[in-house]
């Protein structure tokens, strides 16, 4: 399918060069001559790329750039600018332009810019639509990832989880191990029995074991009646101890036991209940220092870490923060009666940026409260809290002078590739002589 480019630029000449141009290359193009014209077609159209002249009427290309990221986010911007304005180009980088191109520009430089950005651009598709599938064939909840990282970790479960193995889920809290361990179980030939989760640092020392293992009615006061065990109730299925790294080490030993034999002995009980259960633990603390200080056993550790999961904090998985915030808004504004359609773009660069000490469960709670406090149909940088506010925005030290080193070296590069590497074609085609090539080669360490 042959890739359709939308051209803006208010110097009419300029448009139809690049059409004919790109014509030659079998791309589809169309022209328009002003910023406005420029987002009325692609409100309704749909374009590969668009390329805008950065110096236009009352509508610039910066805007253009930023009204195509508002209604198509993954439509790759190319801006044109002359030469005194390349600081501005600069600029349009850093705010989601794909490439740009000093005029007066030259055709094969067009035709390499454009054809790499649809190249990457394909690639980015094709992607996405790999990690969609992985995550679908993963179903379970509300389980939301493209990250390079998430994916692969994806990739591991799908290998362990038909299998028995114990699995040791690590990760800062909010990262999501609790809805790892619900993902593995759902997806697993136990899915159909019991899935049974205990907090082991939300339950006093005292309580643990009998909320584990049961009891037998008299075992001790208020032990008016039997009870089961979670441990049992999970029998052919799953059970998840979260925060096992808070498990007191009295516990540990019986619980190691079960591992080793199948059996569990409520208390005051003689004879063993039979188990078959996966266990699937997980903590945010470390757990190789807890050994080393004698806080948690060894052999504990090797019985429940048959498989490990090392979950990345969101702020290391920053391709997931904004699908993670459009499903958190599609949902809450489901709860909460609103119809929130996205967030504008000023609101998402304070996402992106922000760090995450809370990871996905503070994102989650950031977008709730957005949602209900938007005014409009989106959620706005107004609608979050403070402390995404005052984040002191990194200053870019590069100057001018590298970015313009930067972009001539990657020139050089271009076009002596583009001329099967003969020196005297490429000077020819930047309008220089050979002497000043061989500088500018030795200048930039450009291999010949």
Not at 111 to 140: D, F, H
Not at 164 to 178: A, D, F, R, V, W
Not at 270 to 282: E, F, G, H
Not at 396 to 424: A, F, P
Request: net charge neutral; proline share 3%.
């Amino acid at each position: 399918m042959k890739s359709k480019i939308l051209i803006a630029d208010d110097e009419i000449d300029i448009c139809k060069a690049l059409e004919f141009l790109l014509k030659r290359e079998g791309y589809l193009t169309a022209s328009v001559n002003s910023g406005e014209d420029a987002v009325e077609r692609l409100k309704n159209e749909s374009f590969d790329i668009v390329i805008t002249d950065l110096k236009m009427g009352r509508m610039d290309g910066m805007a253009v750039l930023e009204k195509t990221k508002e209604i198509s986010s993954d439509t790759p911007v190319i801006i044109m600018t002359a030469f005194a304005s390349i600081e501005s180009a600069v600029e349009a980088m850093k705010k989601g332009a794909a490439d740009y191109i000093v005029k007066p520009f030259l055709n094969e430089e067009i035709k390499l810019t454009v054809g790499k950005v649809i190249e990457q651009k394909k690639l980015i598709n094709e992607n996405i639509a790999l990690k969609q599938q992985i995550s679908q064939r993963m179903a379970c909840r509300d389980f939301i990832a493209i990250s390079e990282s998430m994916i692969g970790i994806m990739e591991t479960l799908e290998k362990v989880i038909p299998t028995k193995s114990n699995i040791l889920i690590l990760g800062e809290s909010g990262t999501g191990k609790g809805l790892i361990a619900e993902l593995i179980h759902c997806n697993s030939p136990r899915r159909d029995n019991p899935f049974i989760s205990i907090n082991c640092s939300a339950i006093p020392e005292g309580l643990l074991e009998s909320e584990l293992f049961g009891y037998k009615k008299g075992a001790f006061t208020g032990a008016v009646s039997d009870k089961i065990g979670l441990i049992p109730l999970a029998h052919q299925g799953t059970f998840f101890l979260d925060e096992i790294g808070d498990m007191p080490t009295s516990l540990q030993a019986k619980l190691l036991k079960v591992l080793e034999t199948g059996e569990v002995y409520p208390l005051g009980d003689t004879k063993p209940k039979i188990v078959d259960v996966r266990i699937i633990s997980a903590t945010n603390t470390d757990i190789e220092t807890k050994i080393k200080d004698g806080k948690f056993r060894e052999d504990m550790y090797w019985r429940l870490n048959v498989i490990e999961i090392k979950l990345p904090p969101l702020r290391a998985r920053k391709d997931d923060i904004e699908i993670l915030a459009r499903h958190f808004t599609a949902k809450f504004s489901k709860e909460h009666a609103k119809n929130i359609k996205g967030a504008d773009k000023d609101a998402v660069s304070l996402l992106l940026e922000y760090s995450w000490p809370g990871n996905v469960r503070e994102l989650s709670n950031v977008i709730e409260r957005a949602v209900i406090l938007a005014e409009t149909d989106r959620i706005t940088a107004a609608g979050l809290p403070d402390k995404l506010k005052n984040i002191e925005h990194s200053t870019y030290s590069s100057t001018l002078k590298t970015y313009l080193g930067d972009y001539e070296k990657s020139l050089l590069i271009r076009l002596y590739e583009s001329h099967d590497r003969n020196k005297e074609k490429t000077a020819k085609a930047l309008g220089i002589d050979l002497a000043t090539l061989y500088r500018k080669f030795k200048k930039y360490e450009i291999e010949e």
